[in-house]
């Protein structure tokens, strides 16, 4: 894993975690784990992961939002899968290697009601719709996932 995929993922984890209030404070919370991260850095790091500050009852707060991550990740997710196949009760999804269970788990996030749930393993997602009727319009909906261009 590369550095720049340890610090957005240990970002992400402090912020769902602590509560994180200025840039100086997560800055600082990573330089106590050793990773080193400049201010401007560390911008560009919420942009990508689509960083937001909110306010709360106890004052700022710097939080995930959902729907930003989301369109971000998504750009993403159609270099990685390969192929979608499916049988009259299952869609399977070849990815590059290592990267199912990040699919299965932005698959799961979309909360799509024609789907159960997803099986991620190393390089195969396993989906299980809600029923077989359900396989035309997953299989499109991972097409479309395929085919979707950066930045749109």
């Given at each position: 894993m590369s550095s720049k995929l340890k610090r957005l993922n240990r970002i992400k984890?402090?912020?769902?975690?602590?509560?994180i209030s200025s840039h100086e404070g997560l800055v600082k919370l990573l330089s106590d784990e050793g990773i080193q991260v400049t201010q401007a850095t560390l911008s560009r790091d919420f942009a990508e992961l689509g960083v937001i500050r909110t306010f709360t009852e106890y004052g700022p707060r710097y939080i995930l939002d959902a729907h930003e991550s989301g369109k971000q990740i998504a750009k993403l997710i159609g270099f990685e899968i390969i192929s979608v196949e499916n049988n009259e009760s299952m869609v399977l999804i070849r990815t590059l290697a290592g990267r199912a269970?990040?699919?299965a788990h932005f698959i799961d996030?979309?909360?799509n009601p024609e789907i159960l749930g997803t099986v991620g393993g190393d390089d195969t997602v396993l989906i299980i719709p809600s029923s077989h009727k359900n396989i035309p319009s997953i299989v499109a909906l991972i097409k479309k996932m395929m085919t979707e261009q950066v930045g749109s």
């Open positions: 984890e402090l912020l769902n975690s602590k509560t269970q990040g699919i996030r979309l909360n």
